[in-house]
């Protein structure tokens, strides 16, 4: 069988697709025995990475702190939207009320992180870092664009 064509695209063509598509995507986590767990989240950007918040007390994070393996999906767009996008990675969890602080501060987040979490400094807010390993928007014209650390 002859290798499959891989397109390239940018981390900044991949965010603007997710950003186009819904302001939520659906985060998989599984726990320490491997049982699968899928949960929306508003995702932030940074370069490389997917951010999220959510509590300390949620099953996702639970999840993330035994197994720290995630994949995102964004709902598929309607017929002019991007397409449809997948994302993999690895979470660094962000806990402490200086990291709270700092990353609330970065403007990443499309909403009012008040709104769901009350004040900055609840401690039951925490944020996961997802350093992506593997991005794939699958566009309209059916061709899988990947994105990984070493395409930029």
């Not at 002859?2 to 599984?30: C, G, H, S």
């Not at 899928?38 to 490389?48: H, K, L, N, R």
């Not at 702190?65 to 660094?92: C, D, K, M, Q």
């Not at 987040?109 to 009350?118: K, N, P, Q």
């Amino acid at each position: 069988m002859p290798p499959r064509k891989v397109w390239w695209v940018l981390w900044e063509d991949f965010t603007a697709a997710a950003t186009e598509i819904k302001w939520f995507a659906y985060m998989a986590t599984a726990d320490a025995a491997g049982l699968p767990h899928v949960a929306p989240v508003a995702p932030g950007f940074t370069a490389g990475a997917v951010w999220f918040a959510t509590r300390s007390t949620s099953k996702k994070w639970r999840n993330v702190l035994v197994n720290p393996e995630v994949g995102f999906h964004w709902p598929v767009g309607s017929g002019s939207g991007p397409g449809e996008l997948a994302a993999w990675g690895r979470v660094i969890p962000h806990t402490g009320p200086e990291e709270r602080e700092r990353i609330s501060g970065l403007g990443i987040f499309r909403y009012d992180l008040a709104g769901f979490f009350g004040s900055i400094d609840n401690p039951d807010l925490v944020f996961g870092e997802a350093v992506i390993r593997r991005a794939r928007l699958l566009g309209p014209d059916h061709k899988p664009k990947v994105w990984t650390p070493s395409n930029g």
